[in-house]
């Protein structure tokens, strides 16, 4: 079965970074595009960062500069490097895998909680 194991969030000081981590077992990883999205309370999730298989990334607008996505097929795994966070990065952070043909990401991991204090 496929899982996928966010890991790496916590409290960070405005200004901060964090490393997010996510391992994926159960499926053939490296033919994925891996996203990862955040929740914050009361709002609705959103895509974040994107990299295909082939390594093209694509970011949303409040987090491009300042976040890096990046996948090490040999082992699994896919980052989001998180740097100059603010206050509004606050968010429950949940990656996701779709085939490259398809539009919706089919396997969730349970989310990590990024907080960010001003």
């Known amino acids: 079965q496929v899982q996928l194991v966010e890991s790496g969030g916590g409290l960070v000081q405005a200004g901060g970074s964090l490393r997010l981590s996510c391992a994926a077992s159960g499926l053939t990883f490296s033919t994925y595009v891996m996203g990862w999205f955040r929740q914050a309370p009361g709002k609705q999730r959103r895509l974040v960062a994107t990299?295909?298989?082939?390594?093209?990334?694509n970011y949303a607008d409040p987090v491009t500069g300042r976040f890096t996505i990046s996948r090490d097929n040999a082992k699994n795994t896919v980052y989001l490097q998180m740097n100059s966070l603010k206050p509004e990065d606050t968010a429950v952070y949940y990656c996701a895998a779709r085939r490259y043909s398809d539009t919706t990401y089919v396997y969730w991991g349970q989310g990590t909680q990024v907080t960010v204090s001003s």
């Open positions: 990299i295909t298989r082939a390594g093209t990334t």
